[in-house]
């Protein structure tokens, strides 16, 4: 069975600059998150989708931070403009369906951004 | 708030010994779910063991084991027999069957030492 997929696996922006992650879950799990985890902090979640839908973006910076999951399969996140505390691993995250019995969570490699 | 608490930044112990990380969280749910999961310098983070609060049984996963004591809100990981692959940053993390929304602590960074 083939993980999450993510990509880049860093990247490296000025600030102000724009940035785009992708993500690509395990398939058939309905349930997608991105968390930033900044270095030396357990991962924060930004955002929780449930099929196509937003069900949790109460921490994401919605002024610089976007995201979607067309479809309901794969997401994007951007920065848009990025500022330096933004540098951190963005993490994607799926599980099987959006009931804490079946709530494990599958993590993607994660997308180092570092912003200069 | 709910919360999570791993109170040991770093920890460190000899291949084949038991080394125990803790964690405490602070809810006012009665129905939710723990865990711990292990994120290598690989960044790939997989889950090492799970606790449903309502089981009184401590999970185990061969060499993972839990003490888990819902009273004092405390959920403590024992690796028994530890290996060099057990080196990795370890993060307890909390989901309530409400929010379904994980809440991770701060990590315990283990070095297991040959």
């Known amino acids: 069975e083939a993980g999450v997929a993510q990509s880049p696996r860093y990247k490296i922006i000025e600030k102000r600059q724009s940035v785009a992650f992708w993500c690509n879950p395990i398939s058939g799990h309905a349930t997608l998150y991105w968390y930033q985890q900044i270095l030396g902090q357990g991962p924060k979640l930004l955002i929780q989708?449930?099929?196509?839908?937003?069900?949790?973006d109460s921490q994401l910076p919605k002024d610089r931070f976007s995201a979607e999951r067309l479809k309901g399969v794969d997401s994007t996140l951007k920065i848009q403009p990025a500022k330096l505390e933004d540098s951190a691993v963005y993490l994607c995250?799926?599980?099987?369906?959006?009931?804490?019995?079946?709530?494990?969570?599958?993590f993607g490699p994660g997308t180092r951004l570092l912003v200069l | 708030a709910q919360t999570v608490t791993q109170s040991q930044p770093e920890m460190s112990v000899q291949e084949a010994e038991t080394v125990t990380l803790s964690c405490t969280y602070d809810?006012?749910?009665?129905?939710?779910?723990l865990f711990w999961y292990k994120q290598p310098p690989s960044r790939q983070m997989i889950l090492v063991i799970r606790?449903?609060?309502?089981?009184?049984q401590n999970a185990t996963e061969n060499r993972f084991s839990v003490n888990f004591q819902k009273a004092a809100k405390s959920f403590s990981l024992k690796i028994s027999d530890s290996q060099l692959g057990d080196t990795a940053m370890y993060f307890c993390?909390?989901?309530?069957?409400?929010?379904?929304?994980?809440?991770f602590g701060t990590g315990t960074r283990l070095k297991v030492l040959a």
């Open positions: 993390a909390f989901i309530n069957s409400g929010t379904y929304k994980y809440i």
């Open positions: 995250a799926s599980s099987f369906r959006f009931a804490a019995n079946q709530e494990t969570q599958y």
């Open positions: 809810t006012s749910e009665n129905n939710y779910y």
């Open positions: 989708f449930q099929n196509n839908g937003v069900v949790d």
């Open positions: 606790q449903e609060a309502y089981k009184q």
